[in-house]
């Protein structure tokens, strides 16, 4: 009786280890559960570069002296080594918009060679304009504001300023904040970028190899120095 009894306990033991293990196998990709849509990479950052943007404030320098001059002429005497080099501190914006087209272009292009999704063109814009323009206007409107005279042509500056478009125009390029022209191109760029650049590298992301996406990144990265 124990013989029989222990017999037919024998193939329910045995039976639990393989539930167990049937139930530990992972059920099939996809089965059961629709599959999440991939989220855009999050981009790397070039903290390195960032002390470069202080170069900026050499265009804020440049400004200045310009408008320093008084009855007996600018405040350092020209022709001296100071007065060249102040002078000269225009040419250190073009190193400033190289570094800052590098740092933007660069985090997109790592993306597009490992094969990953990007933003949208639209986040990528609203994204910069978050971070660039909200001050810009409030320090843009306060001098404005200050500056009143009741002209017609300081109301054309407003409209100029406000829209960023200043750059585009000789006369109201310097006018109200002076070295708020750069923000006008680099506005300028940051469009230009979402609208031929991420669409174009979304399409070479999705090339076969990686030395496809590298020599797309490649062409994308000429034209926009030539644009």
Known sequence: GDRAALGRTQPRAAARPVAAAASQVP????????????????????????????????????????????????????????DSIVRNLDWLLSFYFIMTGFG?????????????????????????????????????LIVWEIRYAGTETQWNDLLWGISLMQAWSSEHIFRTIDPAWYLSVEIFF????????????????????EEARWRGCAAIGVGLILI
């Open 27 to 82: 059920s099939p990709a996809g089965a059961g559960a629709p599959s999440a849509a991939p989220r855009p990479a999050k981009l790397p950052r070039y903290e390195q570069l960032d002390a470069f943007r202080l170069i900026v404030i050499t265009v804020v320098m440049f400004h200045t002296y310009q408008h320093s001059r008084g009855p007996s002429g600018f405040v350092l005497e020209l022709g001296t080594l100071q």
């Open 190 to 209: 940051v469009f230009v970028l979402a609208a031929v650049g991420i669409p174009l590298m979304r399409r070479i992301a999705k090339a076969g190899s």
């Open 104 to 140: 933007v272009a660069v985090q997109l292009m790592r993306a597009t060679i490992a094969g990953k999704s990007l933003p949208a063109p639209r986040d990528f814009v609203v994204k910069r304009l978050a971070r660039l323009v909200p001050l810009y206007l409030l320090v843009f």
